[in-house]
């Protein structure tokens, strides 16, 4: 089975700077996806960004871009010009491409505070 | 597009009593998922169904639990009886089962739960 870890339950970071939020996942599989969703206070679950396993270009959306390092089975998130509306749990999730097998995996999730 | 939507958004019931939650997923969407979301558990998946058969109700904690999807656009969570310890916030999402975004699940604002 597949399984997510982020090591990091806590970040801060001061508004405007760059911080990066890391995870790591075990899997057997060579094509899978991978996520971040944000969950602000609303809790409310936002896709941040996703990335296609046999892409080897890193996914970038705006102010959040990601590290993909398949071999290392690293996907972290950097967000750059950090602002106060970014503070939020950060959930970092595998899915396979198998259809029998689609749910998400989710890590333990990394609380993000921006400091003004 | 309209999103996930979830019905009621909080409830607040005693123990004992017919808890259910609804869920319309987004039109087009095939595959549909429930998750409930605990601070001691995290993001758990408790079952998914594609084209309205159950896939995988693995996660369903007990037999308190139940399921139904009778068609594409309707699905339904039963906790009978309820218990204090099934408080929680319980999230409806629904995605693709293929396609080009049939990678991404896409989640409701979530249903808050407490059992008194």
């Known amino acids: 089975a597949q399984t997510v870890t982020q090591s990091q339950p806590e970040m801060s970071v001061q508004e405007a700077e760059t911080v990066t939020l890391s995870c790591t996942y075990d899997?057997?599989?060579?094509?899978?996806?991978l996520f971040w969703y944000k969950q602000p206070p609303s809790r409310q679950m936002i896709l941040v960004i996703r990335?296609?396993?046999?892409?080897?270009q890193n996914a970038t959306e705006n102010r959040f871009s990601v590290n993909f390092q398949k071999a290392a089975k690293s996907f972290s998130l950097k967000i750059s010009d950090s602002q106060l509306g970014d503070a939020a749990m950060y959930f970092c999730?595998?899915?396979?491409?198998?259809?029998?097998?689609?749910?998400?995996?989710f890590g333990q999730g990394t609380r993000l505070t921006i400091n003004p | 597009d309209a999103g996930v939507i979830q019905s009621p958004r909080h409830e607040v019931t005693e123990m004992g009593q017919e808890v259910t939650l609804r869920c319309k997923p987004i039109?087009?969407?095939?595959?549909l998922f429930w998750y409930r979301q605990t601070m001691m558990r995290g993001l758990e998946l408790l079952i998914y169904?594609?084209?309205?058969?159950?896939?995988?109700d693995s996660g369903m904690p007990e037999d308190r639990f139940s399921a139904k999807m009778p068609n594409a656009s309707f699905s339904t969570l039963k906790i009978q009886p309820s218990e204090p310890r099934d408080s929680a916030v319980y999230f409806c999402?629904?995605?693709?089962?293929?396609?080009?975004?049939?990678?991404?699940?896409?989640f409701g604002e979530g249903s808050w739960l407490t059992v008194v």
């Open positions: 999402a629904s995605s693709q089962v293929w396609g080009a975004f049939g990678n991404t699940i896409y």
């Open positions: 899997t057997s599989e060579s094509d899978y996806y």
């Open positions: 990335q296609e396993a046999y892409k080897q």
């Open positions: 999730a595998y899915r396979s491409v198998d259809q029998g097998a689609q749910k998400l995996v």
């Open positions: 039109s087009g969407h095939n595959s």
């Open positions: 169904f594609n084209n309205n058969v159950p896939i995988d």
